[in-house]
């Protein structure tokens, strides 16, 4: 019963997780890499870009801890509370960028490989 239990924990956890964020593989007509993101509670860790390239993040509409994203490594700050939000960013060098709630609770990384 409780390895019963802690897979399900597992299974909720992964499925949390992987419904937060998506890579659309679009580039828009500008040239810039195109991921969009829900803000319904959680940002999806590790969303991923190429380096080197511009990159536009389209947020969904937040709330609670979640009605705002932050950048701070890059000076970003984005409110999503009327319809959500986006956030342009220029190309990027390699790296992990920390995307953070408003409320400095909820995070994510934005990984530029």
Known sequence: ???RLTMVALLALVAALGAGCTRTGA????????????AQGTFEPNA????G?????EFGQGGGCTA??????LGVFEDL?????????PALNAGEY???CQS????GTLVVE
Request: proline share 4%; net charge positive.
């Open 53 to 57: 390239q511009p990159i536009r993040l």
């Open 104 to 107: 400095d609770m909820v995070m």
């Open 1 to 3: 019963m409780r390895r």
């Open 68 to 73: 705002a994203i932050k950048f701070d490594q």
């Open 27 to 38: 580039v828009s007509a500008d040239g810039k890499q195109v991921i969009q993101v829900s």
């Open 81 to 89: 509370t009327d319809g959500g939000g986006t956030v342009e960013l």
């Open 98 to 100: 920390p995307l953070i």
């Open 48 to 51: 991923s870009a190429k380096a």
